[in-house]
């Protein structure tokens, strides 16, 4: 395969027995991380084509487990590029189930400033997030929905490539952060998918022309290798939720999920319930597909079914209903003032993202210990009038000084003027 990656650095794209045996090679060990170091950069400097890009990503999907379903309804999925407050998952599997979708629901954990799903689902006593391929198929098929990790057998070269790319400085290239998330997400089976692409201060991407192209060079591979696929790119610059950190975002959740009240994680996660609803068919457009899973997600029935999948997967039976008891408290809660009074005008999103890191409520590698009570909490929101001496936020911390120290990153992190900003749109733009 000498030739072959001279070929690639030259610019021509290989064919797709050559990406077949690439990734199977990744995979069994036949490629060694040399040879995968070299493709990766030859990627990253010539770029692939859309069929090159397709069959790189099916090929890597094939390198293991790919799951089948014999379900009476179709299966669905939704992917997120990441941001800070961002706990939709956990609102939008359940929806979609209560509006007669599957939604075997493979996520990830945390690294870096963002927030991983399965450390907010392991906020709660007694879930399992890795669990077997069979009980995921009892789970999907009792309740219509899970959440839960990867199995080390769903697209092994992607595994490996990625930690290769990391250590390579080859993170950034478009064609291959394309394939790794279309390969762990198609091995799902999904009938459809819906893309949430964050854009913004907390998210990874952060400006309109990264995000689009991201979003599109994701729709494109994944309607090409057969799942229907739609992209929203979504506003980062201020967090989903008002809390950041696992248990206090499964808290902002629960209260979502009953009190019945729209809110901008109701809303969001409307829009992308609806999109995915109307690609399998479920909805016959996405104004209905807003009102299903609107009705879902405020009338109580969305919330039943997520204590139902919390249970299914080890939890308490009755958390639905008594979620605060069993949420963790950390020992130390700060108010955070404003210094002055003002508009909310901006706030570093990333920084905030990695406060919640410091506090021990992430992870800045691999392995890192999560500690699931600490965080922020009660988060102010872009444009809103704040008072001097009024609360900006409350740190939840496991130490004071640890709390002294996120209090100031927040501070930092704000800003406050006499004029109110415009406040962005959650919704910037859909690619199909």
């Known amino acids: 395969m000498h030739a072959q990656f001279a070929a690639l650095r030259r610019g021509e794209q290989p064919s797709e027995a050559e990406l077949s045996w690439f990734a199977e090679g990744l995979a069994n060990g036949d490629v060694s991380d040399a040879q995968a170091g070299a493709f990766a950069m030859a990627v990253c400097l010539q770029g692939l084509e859309q069929p090159a890009r397709r069959a790189l990503t099916l090929a890597m999907r094939d390198s293991g487990d790919v799951l089948t379903w014999d379900l009476p309804g179709p299966v669905l999925d939704k992917h997120s590029t990441g941001g800070v407050g961002d706990c939709v998952s956990l609102l939008l599997a359940p929806a979609l189930a209560e509006c007669g979708a599957y939604v075997p629901m493979i996520s990830g954990r945390g690294l870096g400033h963002t927030g991983g799903t399965l450390d907010k689902m392991e906020a709660i006593p007694g879930v399992l997030t890795q669990i077997s391929e069979q009980r995921l198929h009892r789970i999907t098929k009792k309740v219509g929905c899970a959440i839960v990790g990867a199995t080390g057998r769903i697209a092994p070269a992607d595994k490996r490539l990625y930690a290769i790319r990391d250590v390579t400085a080859t993170v950034e290239s478009l064609d291959l952060i394309t394939a790794s998330i279309l390969s762990k997400k198609l091995a799902a089976s999904p009938e459809a998918l819906v893309l949430d692409v964050k854009i913004g201060s907390g998210a990874f991407m952060k400006t309109p022309a990264e995000a689009g192209a991201l979003a599109r060079s994701l729709v494109a591979t994944a309607n090409a290798a057969g799942c229907k696929t739609v992209a ?159 609360t900006l936020a409350r740190v939840h911390a496991a130490r004071e000084t640890a709390a002294v120290e996120a209090e100031a990153t927040l501070l930092q992190a704000l800003t406050l003027t006499a004029d109110a900003p415009e406040v962005p749109a959650l919704i910037y733009e859909r690619i199909s």
């Not at 609107?294 to 029935?301: F, V």
């Not at 409520?361 to 929101?381: F, H, N, T, Y």
């Open 232 to 390: 929203l790119i979504t506003d980062m610059n201020q967090p989903i939720a008002s809390a950041l950190g696992n248990g206090l975002e499964v808290a902002e959740v629960m209260r979502a999920l009953t009190e019945g009240k729209p809110c901008p994680l109701t809303e969001i996660t409307a829009a992308l319930g609806a999109v995915v609803l109307v690609l399998a068919g479920l909805a016959p457009d996405e104004d209905a597909g807003v009102a299903q899973m609107s009705e879902a997600l405020l009338g109580g029935g969305a919330a039943a079914r997520f204590g139902r999948m919390v249970a299914a997967q080890g939890g308490p039976a009755d958390f639905a209903s008594h979620w605060a008891r069993y949420l963790p408290v950390a020992p130390v809660i700060r108010e955070v003032l404003a210094p002055r009074s003002g508009y909310v005008a901006a706030m570093n999103g990333e920084e905030l993202g990695l406060a919640v890191v410091r506090l021990g409520g992430g992870r800045m590698v691999e392995g890192d210990v999560v500690d699931p009570a600490v965080g922020l909490s009660d988060l102010v929101r872009l444009g809103q009038w704040v008072a001097q001496g009024e």
